[in-house]
């Protein structure tokens, strides 16, 4: 069978957010700036009880149910918690932004390749990446890389530092000022920020370096969240919950602060209808969203990612400005897309 002559079969992209791993301190609000800790692991060894559904023979069954839920179940698990003198929760990590979308890092298509370029270059003449841009800026001002550990904090400070051989500046967000529902939210902070993040995505090679430093009150002694680490053969009576640490600090994978940062799509067609509508999404190729166990951009439906870039790509318009960026927030996740050129 005769090869297509403008398809990639290796197409690759890297991605121009690169986030660090964050690394989890305590400390109270009031000498949140000057004194800091680092949050360790602990392990505990519970008897919990039996509360996984039960097989009907035994549930109607009251000797049955009560042998049931004598038995122990005994989990040992990781936990994570500030001290009882600390209220507050300090989580640092880095991203560091880059330029060059307009050349894929592997393409083996040279018709391809060209027509790509044209159509990314003339995204960043008409919108600069303004929009996405503004989202990102968003989703560090709202805190949203906290997960778990935004909900019920009392104060959220974010405090965000931007330097490249050009730029040192700084900003401070009250995180609860910011919804994390839409991005609506437009003042003087967000656009500078925002400028920033899309200059350096706009550009051919440049870069700007992010840090990020979060304080959230949580109140003292409270339980804090780091990520968990997936463990796929655990044995009987090994240990259940295993916490994500790196050199004795406890800590978020760098891939669930980059799924929040990322979390800017409300372009899905469900996004506008409340029955059905998970808020913003992170960006993915088919809007997958695992907790729902639904991918809300079906090849079906034509809205996922290769339905557009497809003919995107190869020069066609899209008939609307939020497919264009769309496709332009997956390249700047990166990824591998290549298709068979048989």
């Given at each position: 069978m005769a090869k297509k002559e403008n398809t990639a079969s290796v197409l690759?992209?890297?991605?121009?957010?690169?986030?660090?791993?964050?690394?989890?301190?305590?400390?109270?609000?009031?000498?949140?700036?000057?004194?800091?800790?680092?949050?360790?692991?602990?392990?505990?060894?519970?008897?919990?009880?039996?509360?996984?559904?039960?097989?009907?023979?035994?549930?109607?069954?009251?000797?049955?149910?009560?042998?049931?839920?004598?038995?122990?179940?005994?989990?040992?698990?990781d936990a994570c918690a500030l001290t009882p003198e600390q209220d507050t929760l300090n989580l640092q990590f880095t991203i560091k932004v880059l330029g060059g979308i307009t050349e894929p890092a592997a393409c083996n298509n040279d018709l391809f390749k060209q027509s790509y370029r044209n159509a990314a270059r003339a995204y960043i003449e008409t919108h600069q990446f303004s929009e996405l841009a503004r989202r990102y800026a968003i989703n560090l001002a709202n805190a949203r890389f906290l997960w778990r550990n935004r909900v019920g904090a009392e104060q959220i400070e974010v405090q965000v530092s931007a330097k490249n051989n050009q730029v040192e500046k700084s900003w401070t967000f009250d995180a609860t000022q910011y919804s994390t529902?839409?991005?609506?939210?437009?003042?003087?902070k967000i656009d500078e920020l925002a400028t920033l993040i899309a200059q350096a995505l706009s550009s051919d090679n440049d870069f700007l370096m992010l840090e990020i430093n979060c304080y959230a009150q949580v109140g003292r002694a409270q339980e804090v969240y780091?990520?968990?680490?997936?463990?796929?053969?655990?044995?009987?009576?090994?240990?259940?919950?295993?916490?994500?640490?790196?050199?004795?600090?406890?800590?978020?994978?760098?891939?669930?602060?980059?799924n929040a940062l990322r979390t800017i799509d409300t372009w899905y067609p469900e996004f506008t209808d409340p029955e059905a509508s998970a808020g913003p999404i992170a960006i993915e190729p088919y809007g997958a969203v695992t907790n729902r166990g639904k991918a809300y951009r079906t090849p079906a439906e034509k809205q996922d990612f290769y339905t557009f870039f497809d003919v995107w790509a190869r020069g066609e318009q899209l008939q609307a400005t939020e497919h264009e960026h769309y496709v332009m927030a997956i390249l700047v996740r990166g990824g591998v897309f290549g298709e068979s050129d048989k």
């Amino acid at each position: 069978m005769a090869k297509k002559e403008n398809t990639a079969s290796v197409l690759a992209f890297e991605k121009k957010l690169v986030t660090s791993d964050g690394h989890m301190y305590g400390t109270t609000w009031q000498e949140r700036t000057t004194r800091l800790q680092p949050l360790k692991l602990n392990e505990k060894s519970v008897r919990g009880t039996i509360s996984n559904r039960l097989k009907a023979a035994i549930k109607g069954d009251p000797a049955k149910l009560n042998a049931e839920v004598e038995k122990a179940n005994l989990q040992r698990v990781d936990a994570c918690a500030l001290t009882p003198e600390q209220d507050t929760l300090n989580l640092q990590f880095t991203i560091k932004v880059l330029g060059g979308i307009t050349e894929p890092a592997a393409c083996n298509n040279d018709l391809f390749k060209q027509s790509y370029r044209n159509a990314a270059r003339a995204y960043i003449e008409t919108h600069q990446f303004s929009e996405l841009a503004r989202r990102y800026a968003i989703n560090l001002a709202n805190a949203r890389f906290l997960w778990r550990n935004r909900v019920g904090a009392e104060q959220i400070e974010v405090q965000v530092s931007a330097k490249n051989n050009q730029v040192e500046k700084s900003w401070t967000f009250d995180a609860t000022q910011y919804s994390t529902k839409h991005f609506d939210h437009q003042d003087e902070k967000i656009d500078e920020l925002a400028t920033l993040i899309a200059q350096a995505l706009s550009s051919d090679n440049d870069f700007l370096m992010l840090e990020i430093n979060c304080y959230a009150q949580v109140g003292r002694a409270q339980e804090v969240y780091p990520s968990e680490e997936l463990v796929l053969d655990k044995g009987k009576g090994e240990k259940s919950k295993i916490l994500y640490q790196v050199q004795d600090i406890a800590a978020m994978h760098s891939q669930k602060l980059g799924n929040a940062l990322r979390t800017i799509d409300t372009w899905y067609p469900e996004f506008t209808d409340p029955e059905a509508s998970a808020g913003p999404i992170a960006i993915e190729p088919y809007g997958a969203v695992t907790n729902r166990g639904k991918a809300y951009r079906t090849p079906a439906e034509k809205q996922d990612f290769y339905t557009f870039f497809d003919v995107w790509a190869r020069g066609e318009q899209l008939q609307a400005t939020e497919h264009e960026h769309y496709v332009m927030a997956i390249l700047v996740r990166g990824g591998v897309f290549g298709e068979s050129d048989k």
